[in-house]
Protein backbone atom coordinates (compact mmCIF):
# COMPACT_ATOMS: atom_id res chain seq x y z
CA UNK A 1 0.00 0.00 0.00
CA UNK A 2 1.48 3.53 -1.08
CA UNK A 3 1.55 6.20 1.56
CA UNK A 4 -1.00 7.86 -0.35
CA UNK A 5 -3.26 5.08 0.11
CA UNK A 6 -2.91 5.00 4.00
CA UNK A 7 -3.47 8.90 3.84
CA UNK A 8 -6.56 8.39 2.16
CA UNK A 9 -7.75 5.58 3.85
CA UNK A 10 -7.34 7.65 7.06
CA UNK A 11 -8.59 10.48 6.20
CA UNK A 12 -11.75 8.62 4.57
CA UNK A 13 -11.93 6.64 8.62
CA UNK A 14 -12.08 10.38 10.18
CA UNK A 15 -14.31 11.80 7.56
CA UNK A 16 -16.70 9.13 8.39
CA UNK A 17 -16.14 9.12 12.12
CA UNK A 18 -16.93 13.21 11.51
CA UNK A 19 -20.21 12.51 10.00
CA UNK A 20 -21.19 9.24 12.56
CA UNK A 21 -20.54 12.27 15.50
CA UNK A 22 -22.31 14.69 14.13
CA UNK A 23 -25.47 12.59 14.12
CA UNK A 24 -24.81 11.98 18.17
CA UNK A 25 -27.46 14.02 20.21
CA UNK A 26 -25.60 17.36 21.20
CA UNK A 27 -25.37 16.17 24.95
CA UNK A 28 -23.18 13.38 24.06
CA UNK A 29 -20.97 15.22 21.46
CA UNK A 30 -19.87 17.37 24.13
CA UNK A 31 -19.42 14.48 27.22
CA UNK A 32 -22.37 16.17 28.80
CA UNK A 33 -25.40 13.71 29.87
CA UNK A 34 -27.56 16.25 31.41
CA UNK A 35 -26.57 19.35 28.82
CA UNK A 36 -25.62 21.68 31.73
CA UNK A 37 -25.79 24.85 30.17
CA UNK A 38 -22.54 26.88 29.73
CA UNK A 39 -21.62 29.36 32.44
CA UNK A 40 -18.39 30.75 33.84
CA UNK A 41 -18.13 27.82 36.42
CA UNK A 42 -14.57 25.91 35.92
CA UNK A 43 -15.77 22.88 36.11
CA UNK A 44 -13.25 19.87 36.85
CA UNK A 45 -12.94 18.21 33.72
CA UNK A 46 -13.97 20.88 31.65
CA UNK A 47 -12.95 20.49 27.90
CA UNK A 48 -10.23 23.04 26.82
CA UNK A 49 -12.18 22.76 23.06
CA UNK A 50 -15.23 25.28 24.05
CA UNK A 51 -17.01 24.81 20.78
CA UNK A 52 -20.24 24.79 22.33
CA UNK A 53 -21.63 28.41 23.44
CA UNK A 54 -24.60 27.36 25.13
CA UNK A 55 -23.56 23.77 26.69
CA UNK A 56 -20.95 22.53 28.92
CA UNK A 57 -18.56 20.42 27.08
CA UNK A 58 -16.30 18.44 29.34
CA UNK A 59 -13.57 15.89 28.81
CA UNK A 60 -15.27 12.61 29.23
CA UNK A 61 -18.61 11.82 30.41
CA UNK A 62 -17.92 11.12 34.31
CA UNK A 63 -17.31 14.77 35.03
CA UNK A 64 -20.68 15.84 33.00
CA UNK A 65 -22.11 12.95 35.88
CA UNK A 66 -19.93 14.86 38.45
CA UNK A 67 -21.12 18.40 38.03
CA UNK A 68 -25.16 17.26 37.87
CA UNK A 69 -24.45 15.95 41.37
CA UNK A 70 -22.69 19.41 42.75
CA UNK A 71 -25.42 20.93 40.88
CA UNK A 72 -28.31 19.26 42.86
CA UNK A 73 -26.36 19.28 46.13
CA UNK A 74 -26.51 22.67 45.12
CA UNK A 75 -30.36 22.70 45.04
CA UNK A 76 -30.90 20.86 47.94
CA UNK A 77 -29.32 23.27 50.09
CA UNK A 78 -31.16 26.36 48.19
CA UNK A 79 -33.92 24.41 49.66
CA UNK A 80 -35.20 22.34 46.43
CA UNK A 81 -35.58 19.20 48.53
CA UNK A 82 -38.44 17.37 46.13
CA UNK A 83 -38.06 15.29 42.40
CA UNK A 84 -40.40 17.30 41.41
CA UNK A 85 -38.78 21.00 42.75
CA UNK A 86 -35.00 19.48 41.24
CA UNK A 87 -36.22 18.93 38.04
CA UNK A 88 -38.48 22.11 37.74
CA UNK A 89 -35.32 24.32 38.63
CA UNK A 90 -32.78 22.12 36.29
CA UNK A 91 -35.50 22.14 33.66
CA UNK A 92 -37.71 24.84 33.64
CA UNK A 93 -40.86 24.97 31.51
CA UNK A 94 -40.38 27.59 28.92
CA UNK A 95 -37.79 24.89 27.46
CA UNK A 96 -39.23 21.54 28.70
CA UNK A 97 -42.21 19.92 28.72
CA UNK A 98 -40.96 19.59 32.56
CA UNK A 99 -44.23 17.68 34.02
CA UNK A 100 -43.40 15.01 31.52
CA UNK A 101 -39.99 15.07 32.40
CA UNK A 102 -40.94 14.53 36.15
CA UNK A 103 -43.12 11.99 35.21
CA UNK A 104 -41.03 9.73 33.24
CA UNK A 105 -38.29 10.52 35.39
CA UNK A 106 -40.15 9.26 38.64
CA UNK A 107 -41.29 6.21 36.72
CA UNK A 108 -37.66 5.62 35.81
CA UNK A 109 -36.15 5.79 39.51
CA UNK A 110 -39.35 5.09 41.35
CA UNK A 111 -39.11 8.19 43.60
CA UNK A 112 -42.48 9.62 43.74
CA UNK A 113 -42.76 13.25 42.19
CA UNK A 114 -43.28 14.68 45.51
CA UNK A 115 -40.58 12.49 47.48
CA UNK A 116 -37.17 14.35 48.93
CA UNK A 117 -34.30 13.32 47.42
CA UNK A 118 -31.42 12.57 49.53
CA UNK A 119 -28.21 14.15 47.95
CA UNK A 120 -25.90 12.38 50.29
CA UNK A 121 -26.95 9.34 49.03
CA UNK A 122 -24.95 8.47 46.11
CA UNK A 123 -26.91 5.52 45.19
CA UNK A 124 -30.10 7.46 44.94
CA UNK A 125 -28.64 10.63 43.58
CA UNK A 126 -26.58 8.70 40.63
CA UNK A 127 -29.99 6.80 39.92
CA UNK A 128 -31.66 10.24 39.70
CA UNK A 129 -29.16 11.50 37.50
CA UNK A 130 -28.98 8.45 35.16
CA UNK A 131 -32.76 8.83 34.44
CA UNK A 132 -32.23 12.48 33.57
CA UNK A 133 -29.30 11.77 30.94
CA UNK A 134 -32.18 9.11 29.87
CA UNK A 135 -34.33 12.15 29.30
CA UNK A 136 -31.63 14.24 28.46
CA UNK A 137 -29.88 12.21 25.40
CA UNK A 138 -31.25 9.19 25.13
CA UNK A 139 -29.41 5.72 26.20
CA UNK A 140 -26.35 6.33 25.62
CA UNK A 141 -25.17 6.08 29.16
CA UNK A 142 -25.36 3.24 32.01
CA UNK A 143 -25.86 3.43 35.69
CA UNK A 144 -22.10 2.57 36.08
CA UNK A 145 -20.97 5.92 34.47
CA UNK A 146 -23.43 8.43 36.80
CA UNK A 147 -22.26 6.66 40.02
CA UNK A 148 -18.55 7.41 39.10
CA UNK A 149 -19.18 10.38 38.37
CA UNK A 150 -21.53 11.19 41.99
CA UNK A 151 -18.43 9.23 43.85
CA UNK A 152 -16.07 12.12 42.11
CA UNK A 153 -18.47 14.70 43.43
Do not use: C
Amino acid sequence: MTLKAVLIFIGAGGLTYMLYRATLPRGVRNNNPLNIRDSSNNWEGKSALNRDKEFEEFKHPVYGFRAGARIFRSYSRQGYKTLSQMIYRFAPDNENDTALYVQQVSQWTGIAPNQTIDVNDNDQLAHLLYAMSRKEVGNYYGLSMAQQGVAMA
